[in-house]
């Protein structure tokens, strides 16, 4: 058990770019989830996976972002055409079965947006 | 809709001291379940402990204890024994068992030497 990896851990691009986030969940998890975590302020729900299905979207999810888990193991968060305020820290978690038992998050991908 | 709010901002405590961080929130669940995670600086969120909404005994795990208040819709975090580690920012969340977590604004915890 390595825990949940992301990469890359920071990315600058400039505003208009394409971007994609890389995460790896536990191995053993079939939940996988994403969030958004702005400068102070707590993280917010993206999106959700079981396993290679994409259950639910939040409605900060614009057109631009699209996530996908592929054969339900890692999963890739893409930003087209990035905007000034898609600038934050994007967590990825995982959990095995329902979410009360807690997540296990990943370090985060910081992104900035110039 | 649920919410968390977490009032206090910034705190600090004396290295061995106990600190005690507020959260209160607000669900239409009946069963629903809480929360505290740790965020050191530049590191992952860690689950700290964890609350069933249906069980009256406060969680405990080491020198972290919770005081639940159902009818308060209050979930404080106590620290016993503070030590250098716990400086971090520290969140408060809800779920209903489902999957997506609610977060309130998180409190930044300094241990002072």
């Known amino acids: 058990d390595t825990g949940v990896s992301q990469d890359p851990r920071h990315k600058i691009t400039k505003r208009g770019q394409n971007v994609t986030f890389r995460c790896d969940p536990i191995s053993e998890h079939n939940r996988l989830y994403w969030y958004r975590q702005t400068l102070g302020q707590g993280p917010e729900f993206l999106t959700y996976f079981q396993n290679e299905a994409q259950l639910e979207k939040s409605r900060l999810l614009s057109d631009r972002f699209s996530a996908e888990r592929p054969k339900g193991s890692f999963s890739t968060l893409e930003i087209q055409r990035t905007e000034q305020g898609d600038s934050a820290m994007y967590l990825c978690?995982?959990?095995?079965?329902?979410?009360?038992?807690?997540?296990?998050f990943g370090s985060g991908t910081r992104l900035t947006v110039v | 809709a649920q919410t968390v709010t977490q009032s206090q901002p910034e705190m600090s405590v004396q290295e061995a001291e106990t600190v005690t961080l507020s959260c209160t929130y607000d669900?239409?669940?009946?069963?629903?379940?809480l929360f505290w995670y740790k965020q050191p600086p530049s590191r992952q969120m860690i689950l700290v402990i964890r609350q069933e909404a249906y069980k009256q005994q406060n969680a405990t795990e080491n020198r972290f204890s919770v005081n639940f208040q159902k009818a308060a819709k209050s979930f404080s975090l106590k620290i016993s024994d503070s030590q250098l580690g716990d400086t971090a920012m520290y969140f408060c969340?809800?779920?209903?068992?489902?999957?997506?977590?609610?977060f309130g604004t998180g409190t930044r915890l300094k241990v002072l030497a």
């Open positions: 669900t239409s669940e009946n069963n629903y379940y």
């Open positions: 978690a995982s959990s095995w079965g329902q979410s009360f038992y807690g997540y296990t």
């Open positions: 969340a809800s779920t209903s068992g489902t999957y997506k977590y609610i």
